[in-house]
Structures are given as C-alpha cells and as structure tokens.
C-alpha cells in the first residue's frame, strides 16, 4: 500500500513537472526542470524493478542536458512569443 502511494505521488509529480516544463518562458529553468522530471523518472523506474532502464534514463538525462546547456550558450536565454 505504501509503495502505491509513493509511485501516485512520483506520478503527479512528473505530470506538474510537465505543465511547468510547457508554461515556463525561461529556456535555463526549461532545462533544470528537465533534469528534475529525468530523476524523477529514474525513481519511478527504480521503484517499478527496472534498474537497468533507469540507469540508461540517468545517463541519457545527463548526456542531453549537458548538450542543451552548451547549446543554450550560443542562443537566447528567453523564448519570444
């Protein structure tokens, strides 16, 4: 019964972090919130018994946000709508 109540609040968690993700105009913040919901996917993993797929998520999370933060080097910080 805990474990169900933990894997809700992972899962409505990662469902906020999404909103957030898709409102925010600050492409740093988008970034960093990325990175959040990736934990929180890699926790989700761990807790459903898929070690070997949240660790791939944990590298490939890391991988990519290393790329969007030198990428967001060579544009603008703000989305313009």
Same mark, same amino acid.
């Given at each position: 019964?805990? *474990? ?8 409505l968690f990662l469902i906020a972090t =999404?909103?957030? *993700?898709?409102?925010?105009? @600050?492409l740093l913040a988008t970034i960093v %919130? !990325?990175?959040?919901?990736? !934990? $929180? ?6 807790? %459903?018994? &898929?070690? @070997?797929? &949240?660790? =791939?998520? &944990?590298? *490939?999370? =890391?991988?990519? =946000?290393? !790329? ?10 703000? $989305?313009?709508?």
């Amino acid at each position: 019964m805990q *474990i169900l109540v933990i894997e809700a609040v992972l899962l409505l968690f990662l469902i906020a972090t =999404t909103i957030a *993700i898709i409102m925010c105009r @600050d492409l740093l913040a988008t970034i960093v %919130m !990325f990175s959040v919901f990736s !934990f $929180c996917a890699v926790l989700a993993y761990l807790m %459903m018994g &898929a070690p @070997d797929v &949240a660790f =791939t998520e &944990a590298v *490939i999370s =890391t991988i990519s =946000t290393i !790329f969007m933060v030198a990428a967001l080097r060579k544009i603008s910080r703000w $989305c313009k709508k």
